[in-house]
């Protein structure tokens, strides 16, 4: 593969890592991040929710919810989606204190206010390098069958990114193509590192 790739959701659990999952065992380099200030995930009500910091490894994560209500998690599909998780990394982690990580490529947000904090991000960083990412906005609802949907079609979307012979000349068409394709309006922008 050409390129380094990073998936950003908010809490760094669904739709980031069910992207990250998917295109790991495609063979691409590829990362993930969530760009809240905490992780949460659902709880027993809207008012509870169940709320770790970013660097909470994944399995600690899923036994605090398998002591805490085994049925409930089992059931919302949030243990196996943690259990998915710990087999694809540690823990989730912060977009905005990636910087140690290295560059990317392309970076492939799940929704608009994601979208809006990684370009504030990149804006913010020292632009030593002035080097272009490519960022893209792929709207996904917040749960497990829209994340599915989600991530196959992150990897449609990477596989023609790869194939460009030079994705900065030829970014209009293939996001053109895609949106015909898919019905899927996508946001997009290109920054520098």
């Known amino acids: 593969m050409k390129f380094r790739y990073a998936m950003v959701c908010s809490s ?113 960083r020292d632009q030593v390098l002035l080097k272009s990412v490519l960022v893209i906005n792929l709207e996904v609802k917040d749960n497990h069958e829209e994340a599915a949907i989600g991530a196959r079609l992150a990897l449609d979307l990477c596989e023609q990114i790869e194939a460009a012979e030079s994705w900065e000349e030829s970014i209009d068409d293939i996001l053109a193509s895609f949106e015909n394709k898919h019905r899927r309006k996508l946001l997009y922008s290109i920054s520098f590192y």
């Open 12 to 124: 760094n659990q669904n739709r980031s890592m069910e992207a990250h999952s998917l295109l790991k065992k495609q063979g691409f380099d590829v990362s993930s991040y969530g760009t809240g200030a905490h992780v949460k995930l659902p709880g027993p009500s809207l008012r509870e929710p169940n709320v770790y910091e970013f660097g909470t490894p994944y399995k600690h994560m899923l036994d605090d919810l398998r002591r805490k209500d085994p049925e409930l998690y089992k059931r919302n599909g949030i243990l196996p989606m943690l259990k998915r998780n710990s087999s694809v990394k540690l823990a989730p982690q912060r977009w905005q204190d990636n910087a140690a990580d290295g560059t990317f490529n392309i970076v492939f947000t799940f929704e608009e206010k994601v979208f809006d904090m990684v370009i504030e991000d990149l804006h913010n």
